[in-house]
């Protein structure tokens, strides 16, 4: 698949030399994991602004992360750990410094049923916001299927989404056409691209720094 693309996340470190070829390639974006096995560091984020990228922070528990061994199971979503959630990323964040109304990712990356949708996510995802209101300005994006980013989005609880990597094979984003703005889609992997890293392009960022779909490439993949 060969699709214009200026946007990646990645578990890769990004070195100097790693933005500039992104940047040099049409890359605009760059995603990165809070913490966890690939907490992006002050270093990196120094890079990343330094070749004239911006920065997409992403939050999913990994490593040592406290129930970093649960989250790609339903059971993690839970209320209390919205707010544990919220309160880590705002730390995480916090540290790298970045601006206040900065938009923070928060990952359920495995394929999620609707029932699961409503009777974990949403309550997670309700917390959550609430939390991140209350302890600062950051607020919650969804990084997810179409199908839970469009429920979460509908309850009113997230603000974007970021639609997860390999999404067209889950169930829950199977023949789900998501063309609401705010979206940011995933739609190829450059793994064997930018120094053998596990990256995944995504597409439309408008000049405003919103993410927004393609609705035309959203069409395609949408089968």
């Known amino acids: 698949m060969n699709r214009s693309a200026n946007a990646v996340d990645t578990t890769d470190r990004i070195s100097p030399a790693r933005a500039s070829y992104l940047k040099d390639t049409g890359i605009n974006y760059v995603g990165r994991y809070l913490s966890g096995y690939w907490p992006v560091t002050l270093t990196e984020l120094d890079s990343i602004l330094a070749a004239g990228l911006h920065f997409i922070p992403i939050f999913e528990r990994s490593g040592s992360d406290e129930n970093a061994e649960y989250v790609t199971e339903i059971g993690y979503f839970t209320s209390v750990q919205g707010t544990k959630d919220a309160l880590y990323a705002i730390e995480k964040v ?57 429920k979460v989005t509908n309850a009113g609880h997230t603000v974007a989404s970021y639609v997860c990597d390999m999404s067209n094979s889950m169930n829950a984003s199977n ?37 927004q779909v393609d609705l035309q490439v959203e069409l395609l993949l949408a089968y």
């Open 94 to 150: 916090d540290r790298l410094g970045l601006p206040r109304a900065t938009i923070i990712y928060f990952a359920v990356d495995f394929d999620v049923y609707d029932y699961e949708v409503d009777s974990n996510i949403i309550p997670y995802f309700n917390v959550l916001k609430t939390a991140l209101s209350q302890n600062s300005d950051y607020q919650a994006g969804i990084y997810a299927s179409r199908s839970a980013c469009k």
């Open 175 to 211: 023949k789900m056409i998501f063309g609401d703005s705010g979206t940011l889609q995933p739609v190829v992997s450059i793994a064997n691209t930018v120094e053998h890293g596990s990256m995944t392009v995504a597409f439309k960022i408008d000049d405003t720094g919103n993410l």
